[in-house]
């Protein structure tokens, strides 16, 4: 249920909406917009309280929430978010780039990587210190010891840092270097994962499984909001399908779709969504065209010497060419 309250509302009439909300045994989330504040009211229980708040002083209209997500629709929260994170920015019209290795190797490689990635202009430096690879036998990070790596990739260049976070148990020690937490393909359904993730407030990248649905992926993104952590982007790595010349199918369509249903941020990885380098530049484009919030790219010194997705990643020259693209369908767009 949502109580959308009158534009000149007190404080006072908000609080005490909120906590009649709190005494239906709801939740009471308030969210203060430019033109109006609402009372997002979150919880299983169902009855007609519709008209017991709708009479009270302050409040315009009590309506349903149609969507199964709540605090992730543009029904709770009409304006698009805006993520901010040192000089990152996604979202309310906004593009936030981020790259970065597929894994952090070494200090020289990562240091590296992270000079090009901000002189080719990206705010976002991504790196995984905690693998999720398909076989126990594959490269799994460098741990505390790549973290270590990216905190002083950030100290150096300002670069906000991007790094995934694999189980409940390291939550704490990835929130102590990182600046935004992400998870991870294989843990988009991890409810656990995402409530801790949830709780530790800072901000999360929740990637879409790839055979999650949109439904099952907000849904996902509700378990996060729903410990009062509201800064949660959303980033869509392609899905599994019958085809087989891509890695996974990479489906642009979800940027207007999820534009739609939620206010959150949107970003698009077309490094695992494609799993060719050639293809990563031209998917790179066209997301930002078709109105991406962000793009996540993988980018290595020596690709085909990279410990994992060297197939899939560009080298600096071509990371600042596609950069170069992006920036320029964005003024493009701008000035439209
Ligand atoms: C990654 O970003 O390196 C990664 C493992 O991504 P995903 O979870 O989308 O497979
Ligand atoms: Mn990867």
């Known amino acids: 249920m949502i109580v959308v309250m009158e534009q000149n509302a007190t404080d006072e009439q908000i609080q005490t909406i909120a906590s009649k909300v709190e005494a239906m045994g709801l939740k009471a989330n308030i969210i203060v917009g430019t033109e109006r504040t609402v009372i997002a009211a979150i919880g299983e229980k169902r009855g007609s309280f519709k008209d017991s708040l709708e009479s009270c002083p302050g409040v315009s209209a009590v309506t349903p929430i149609s969507a199964p997500y709540k605090l992730a629709s543009r029904e ?39 000079r090009a990635v901000k ?5 976002g430096l991504r790196g995984g210190a905690f693998k999720p690879r398909t076989s126990p036998y594959s490269f799994q990070g460098m ?9 002083a990739a950030r100290e150096e260049t300002g670069l906000a840092v991007f790094t995934e976070v694999m189980g409940t148990d390291d939550v704490d020690l990835v929130a102590k270097y990182a600046d935004v ?16 993730v949830g709780k530790c407030g800072k901000p999360v990248l929740l990637k879409r499984g790839a055979s999650g649905t949109m439904d099952e992926f907000l849904l996902a993104a509700e378990y996060i909001l729903n410990e009062g952590n509201d800064q949660v982007m959303l980033c869509e790595r392609g899905i599994r399908t019958f085809e087989t010349h ?27 969504g494609t799993g060719h380098t050639y293809m990563v530049k031209d998917l790179a484009v066209a997301a930002v065209a078709a109105g991406a919030d962000g793009l996540i790219i993988e980018i290595h010194p020596d690709p085909p010497n990279a410990m994992s997705d060297g197939y899939q990643s560009q080298t600096f020259d071509e990371f600042a060419a596609t950069m170069d693209r992006c920036q320029k369908v964005q003024r493009a767009l701008q000035a439209d």
């Open 119 to 123: 002189a080719a202009g990206a705010t």
């Open 181 to 196: 937490l992400q998870v991870g393909a294989r843990n988009m359904q991890n409810y656990r994962l995402l409530e801790a």
């Open 143 to 151: 741990k505390e010891d790549g973290l270590k790596l990216l905190a």
């Open 246 to 272: 891509t890695r996974f199918t990479l489906p642009l369509a979800s940027i207007p779709y999820l534009h739609r249903r939620t206010h959150l941020p949107i970003i698009i990885d077309p490094s695992h």
């Open 76 to 114: 709770v929260r009409p304006e698009p978010s805006l993520i901010e994170i040192l000089d990152f920015r996604a979202g309310s019209g906004h593009v936030g780039y981020v790259a970065g290795p597929c894994s952090v190797e070494s200090e020289e490689q990562l240091m590296s990587s992270a």
